[in-house]
């Protein structure tokens, strides 16, 4: 399986995102400070900024990038809007929204070592999609682990879960109320540039 090993800050000030959007609230570098005085990007270089942006917060690679943007299109509705609402059904993306993983990667690499349940059954696809009334859940034998204990009690860190999904308060376990709405996502990115990009 490919892996994105970019260093995350690094990346996050090339793109112009916060390192919170990954999951790093403390993460900074300082590194080539004039580096944001560079000259005005053309319309070309907008679009290409905004589709790199999305592969990067989502941790999604080209070739699959593209067949998301295929069904978008294909699908009722904005294709920006679509493409958007499919990648954040993938179940690393609940998984880090639910706050049972810390970072983006992390979120990654705890399903595809199987750590978490869809409706009682094991998944172990990051690209996984998942629906309305979909219970995911820690699997019984992985809760015990250091990476969950300290998700749960008084010192647990606070998460904002998103409005279309829910996570019973002090259990490894969250459900999906709905499919996102665009007005729902909160990733910082104008999704009609990467439509106008496909399009050329």
């Not at 219970?135 to 749960?152: C, P, W």
Request: include cysteine; glycine fraction near 6%.
């Amino acid at each position: 399986m490919a892996k994105n090993m970019q260093p995350i800050a690094k990346r996050c000030k090339a793109l112009g995102i916060s390192p919170a959007v990954m999951g790093y609230a403390n993460k900074e570098t300082f590194r080539n400070p004039g580096g944001q005085r560079r000259r005005k990007k053309s319309e070309y270089g907008m679009q290409l900024n905004e589709k790199q942006k999305v592969k990067f917060i989502y941790g999604i690679l080209e070739k699959q990038f593209h067949t998301y943007y295929e069904k978008a299109v294909a699908m009722p509705g904005k294709a920006g809007d679509n493409l958007l609402i499919t990648c954040e059904r993938r179940l690393d993306n609940v998984v880090f929204r639910l706050g049972l993983a810390l970072t983006r990667r992390q979120a990654r690499q705890l399903v595809s070592h199987s750590h978490f349940t869809v409706n009682g059954k094991k998944v172990n696809i990051p690209s996984y999609q998942v629906k309305a009334g979909d219970v995911i859940e820690v699997a019984e034998k992985s809760r015990s682990s250091a990476a969950f204990t300290r998700l749960t009690g008084s010192d647990a860190p606070i998460f904002t879960t998103p409005a279309w999904m829910e996570r019973e308060k002090d259990t490894l376990k969250g459900t999906v109320l709905s499919i996102p709405t665009r007005e729902q996502i909160d990733t910082p990115v104008e999704e009609h540039l990467i439509v106008e990009l496909y399009s050329k």
